[in-house]
Structures are given as C-alpha cells and as structure tokens.
C-alpha cells in the first residue's frame, strides 16, 4: 500500500516559469510531508517541509502547499531555475520512518 | 562536515558472492536506515535501526541483513546476492525515524 503517490513521472517548464510537483496521500494518521531533491549520482537532499497543522511554509524560492481535505500536496518552484532540474520527492512521516512517493524528474528549460 | 558516507559507491559482483556496503555517519543520530532506489518504484526502504543493536524489517528485507554494532555504522549484508538486487542503495541517518534524513551519496550495485 503505496502512503504517497507521485502521478507525474516527468514534468518540463521554461525557465523563469513556475514549476509545481503534486503528491496525493492515503493515510492521515502522521505529522510531516517533506519534499527531497535528488540529482544525479548523488543521494536526496532535504529540501522543505510542512507540519499535517499548517496549510503553507515557504522557504525563499519553494512553497509547499498541504490540502488536507483533498489529501494532496504540491512544491511550487517560482522562478525555475536550470540548477532546478533534478528528481523531485515526496515523503511522510510514519511512526519509525519515512514513506517516499515514486518521483517526479523536473527539466527546467533554459 | 556533516555526513553520511557509503562504500563503495560502485560495485559489479557474481550471484552468489556475499559483500558488505559500509555506511557511517557522524552526526551522532540515533536512527540509520537503508533504501534501494529503482525505476518507477521511489525510494523503498530495505532495514532500520532506531540505536545499538535495535534492527527492524522495512518494507523490502529479503535478502539482506544488517547490524549496528555501533551508533555511527550500519552496513548493510548480501549474504548471496541475486541479480534482482541489482539497484541504486542509499543509507540515510536521522535524529529519529520520522524526522528529516541525511543520505549517503549512493552505491550502484550490479549483480551479474
């Protein structure tokens, strides 16, 4: 049973565009969604984070978005950036770990 | 420098032939897990350990095995690996379980 669900495997947007990367969930019982970056030959990265109390947190150029009604998630990446090209997690909480959703590889076209 | 560093990053062996991927970190954390990474399947996570000598199954254990003999060091054990554990393996280190993950650079393993 798949916690996060990452339905675009691939996502293109122009440079200087916004970019938004989407997770739908299935289990409300936790208490964070994390997003992590990933680029090649190399491990994740931690990039933002949002408490299941909170609707919104940002961080500079990365907002992520909770809709607890719809259970989705979604990173907005405003402006994009080509060093923004990379694969894109989303991940819960559990009681002892971490559940990550399959990714979404972004290109940001210069 | 904060860290966590696996070994080695690449590594091509015979079905059969057991091996060892050594990770350690720095940070004092508590908690260490392995994933494996593979085509349209994420980040799937293989063992944790919540200290010393705790270990657990996660989602994908068979055929691998782990300790944590020390809080630092968690390698993870193929003691006969197969070709379908060929994979991209990551360790990651936390102050807790579900709290924000420090990972390894990665070791690509192919079982041939």
């Known amino acids: 049973d798949q916690q996060v669900k990452q339905n675009s495997p691939s996502l293109s947007v122009q440079e200087g565009r916004i970019s938004i990367l989407n997770c739908d969930y299935t289990?409300?019982?936790?208490?964070?969604f994390l997003w992590y970056k990933k680029y090649p030959a190399e491990g994740p990265t931690f990039l933002i984070s949002?408490?299941?109390?909170?609707d919104k947190n940002e961080d500079g150029r990365f907002t992520v978005f909770l809709n607890k009604s719809a259970k989705h998630l979604s990173l907005h990446i405003v402006p994009s950036q080509p060093g923004d090209s990379a694969v894109y997690f989303c991940?819960?909480?559990?009681?002892?770990?971490?559940?990550f959703g399959t990714g979404t590889r972004l290109t940001v076209i210069p | 420098e904060a860290q966590v560093t696996q070994n080695p990053r690449y590594l091509i062996t015979v079905t059969g032939k057991k091996l060892t991927v050594t990770c350690s970190q720095n940070?004092?954390?508590?908690?260490m897990s392995w994933y494996r990474q593979d085509p349209g399947l994420g980040l799937r996570q293989i063992y944790y350990?919540?200290?010393?000598?705790?270990?657990d199954k996660g989602d994908v254990p068979e055929g691998y095995k782990v300790s944590r003999k020390e809080k630092r060091n968690f390698p993870l054990i193929l003691e006969s690996p197969s070709p379908n554990q060929t994979s991209l393996y990551f360790c990651?280190?936390?102050?807790?379980?579900?709290?924000?993950?420090?990972f390894g650079q990665g070791t690509r393993l192919t079982v041939v």
């Open positions: 990651a280190s936390s102050p807790e379980g579900n709290t924000e993950a420090f």
């Open positions: 289990n409300s019982m936790f208490d964070y």
């Open positions: 949002i408490s299941s109390i909170k």
């Open positions: 991940a819960r909480t559990g009681a002892n770990n971490l559940f």
């Open positions: 940070m004092n954390h508590e908690y």
């Open positions: 350990s919540m200290n010393v000598e705790v270990t």
